[in-house]
């Protein structure tokens, strides 16, 4: 009988719309191989799942667990962040249990079942959730965190920000750095083991979150799915830009920043591109901004982002961050398709080199993204030559089956191996080295 599996997550897997969901449904799909799976989605207060959605990933993961969670107070949460118990976003309280009890009830085996929850969002819901039901002791907790949070409010207060507004954000993200590495510490110290998908990610885990992390963290960098490596290289028929975001975060600004900085010089230097930009989230004026911009248009979702990956020349992926790994970045890149954005869009993999890998741009800088974007639309061999080489570089280090066996392996409480684990490293960023200054 395979061994039983408690998948924890604060999303629906499918369909997978950003960083959170999109390694999950792989997840699903590869551990369902070899365990007995029930997906416990960790739903916040009032706010019921859409029903469609729901019957899909039923469907797809068999049926799924549901436990309501309420936010703490506001005050309460900035207190707890004060003291170093809890992240502010992450201040939750168990309303609803009644489905992980019947469970219990009926197999009382579920109790001690490994469990698995991503991302850290979910890690700190599961643990309000825990606290309200001291009878279920799973035996061994992996949490894939994929970035590390205190990693990101360091690159909050230290990235330039616009406006009186903007330099407010950036005084209180340095208030709050310190106290967040504190609060990260204590809600990982209930995870045997803990997965990021860097060298930078888990340096940033030493430096900033404390050795006792870093001692039981790995690497399970996110795969690519295999039929992106299996669609037909050279030459694009068209000077077509490509960005896939989820546009309800941090990529609102970002896109519309394209859009306004950036395409009208491309334009201007190749006269007949044209942008597609597929994302949901938008708000009204990102809207007003997308639909005014002069030959682009606007997806809200694609089903299967091959086709677009196809027909496209160049995609963009314009990220200054120090940590993560980009998922847009490796489908570009394994769809053979040059990718131009930041440095940073390169995190963690091995061996990039710009100019022949993709192009990787040490700051925002409208022109120098634009004329990057431009010599490789009007040059389609070399934007071809530049693609295969990508792909090249990702094809073995960056698939789903080999973080399905880093999962297994931790699930497993195999050691660690951190020093045997070469696959990754931080290309062209330095974020990790600065971080113990």
Known sequence: MPERLLVVADQLPYPPRNGATLPLVNYLEQLGR?????????????????????????????????????????????????????????????????????????????????????????????????????????????????????????????????????????????????????????????????????????????????????SRTALAPNGVRSGLFDLATGLSPAPQVLFVADLSGEYGPVAE?????????????????????????????????????????????????????????????????????INKTLEAMAAARPVVGGLAAFNGIAGFVDGVHGRGLSRPDPHAMADATAELLRDASRAAAMGEAARELVREAFRWERTSERLREALAGAAPGLAQAPLLVAAGVQTAARLGR
């Open 34 to 214: 070899t365990h007995e799976l029930r997906l416990l989605l960790l739903r916040d207060g009032d706010r019921p799942f859409d029903a469609a959605e729901r019957a899909d990933n039923e469907r797809r993961f068999g049926p799924l667990l549901e436990a309501t969670v309420l936010r703490r107070s506001q005050i309460r949460r900035i207190v707890d962040e004060l003291r170093g118990r809890g992240m502010y976003q992450h201040g939750w309280r168990a309303a609803d249990t009644q489905a992980l009890s019947a469970l219990a009830e009926q197999e009382p085996a579920w109790r001690t079942a490994p469990v698995l929850a991503t991302p850290l969002s979910a890690l700190a819901r599961w643990q309000a959730v825990r606290a309200a039901l001291p009878g279920w002791q799973p035996r061994r907790t992996v949490v894939v965190v994929h970035d590390c949070t205190a990693a990101e409010y360091r690159w909050r207060w230290r990235s330039p920000q616009a406006g009186m507004l903007g330099r407010v954000k950036a005084w209180s993200h340095w208030l709050r750095a310190p106290r967040v590495a504190l609060a990260e510490a204590a809600l990982l110290s209930a995870a045997d083991r803990v997965l990021v998908q860097t060298e930078a990610d888990r340096e940033a885990m030493r430096c900033l979150v404390g050795p006792d992390t870093a």
């Open 257 to 325: 920043w394209l859009c306004r900085a950036v395409w009208p010089r491309v334009r201007a230097a190749v006269p007949g591109a044209r942008l597609t930009v597929v994302g949901r989230g938008a708000g009204p004026a990102l809207r007003r901004c997308l639909a005014g911009t002069p030959c682009a248009e606007h997806l809200e979702f694609a089903a299967d982002l091959a086709p677009l990956y196809v027909r496209s020349r160049v995609v963009w992926s314009p990220l200054w961050k120090g940590f993560g790994l």
